[in-house]
């Protein structure tokens, strides 16, 4: 079976301040990974993705995340925090061997940016 | 670009009531989802389908039922409301099923249930 674990359901960063939102995974094959992002009201939006090319991806917005096998991790980090980053951030996991039925959600974290 | 449209954005049911979310999408993409938020819990698939016709259980499917006559529509239906169904529903599409795809979602569907 395949979960993922976001540490931190709220996360609060001043602005202009680092952004690391961190999603650990499970799964007993190599997995496909992801960061979703949802304002408020708004359904979930690609951030970024790993399909086994590059481990560093890049994404919209200045954020940019690192598969880590050693660790399982998929840390989203962003330098520098703006006030628009304001918004719930998901990370998602599915097996290579299955199709996007298998998507997992991970249950979240709230990114609150002070002034 | 309209891409996946949900209607209605907000609806209260009383307890009993069926009720129908509808879900368009104007990308052509065979395949459409429904998934439902709850607080604290991140999303989980209800229904998804792999083409007109076509429609398969996800990881919630009791209490809903799903159909696909059209490649655009995929209305998901409550019959017999229940509180425990209060959450926010998302419809999504994806081009394909192949792990890695995106996968585009609707702005969400907020149900309550009294």
């Known amino acids: 079976a395949q979960s993922v674990t976001q540490l931190g359901s709220h996360v609060s960063v001043s602005e202009g301040a680092l952004v690391l939102l961190r999603c650990n995974y499970s799964s007993s094959v190599p997995p496909y990974l992801f960061w979703y992002v949802q304002y408020p009201n708004q359904g979930l939006q690609l951030l970024l993705k790993y399909t086994s090319a590059a481990t560093l991806v890049k994404g919209i917005n200045g954020f940019e995340a690192e598969f880590k096998k050693s660790e399982t991790s998929f840390h989203l980090t962003k330098p520098s925090a703006h006030m628009s980053d304001a918004a719930e951030y998901f990370c998602a996991v599915s097996r290579r061997s299955f199709g996007n039925e298998k998507l997992t959600f991970g249950t979240g974290t709230r990114l609150t940016i002070i002034p | 670009n309209a891409g996946v449209t949900q209607t209605p954005k907000f609806r209260i049911l009383k307890i009993g009531q069926s009720m129908t979310l509808q879900c368009a999408q104007d990308m052509n993409h065979n395949y459409m989802y429904w998934y439902r938020q709850d607080p604290g819990m991140g999303l989980k698939l209800i229904y998804y389908s792999v083409g007109a016709g076509i429609t398969d259980k996800g990881e919630v499917p009791n209490g809903y039922n799903v159909s696909r006559s059209t490649t655009e529509d995929f209305p998901l239906r409550l019959e017999l409301a229940a509180p425990s169904q209060t959450s926010v529903y998302f419809c999504?599409?994806?081009?394909?099923?192949?792990?890695?795809?995106?996968?585009?979602f609707g702005e969400g569907s907020w149900l309550t249930v009294v």
């Open positions: 999504a599409s994806s081009e394909s099923l192949l792990q890695g795809d995106t996968i585009y």
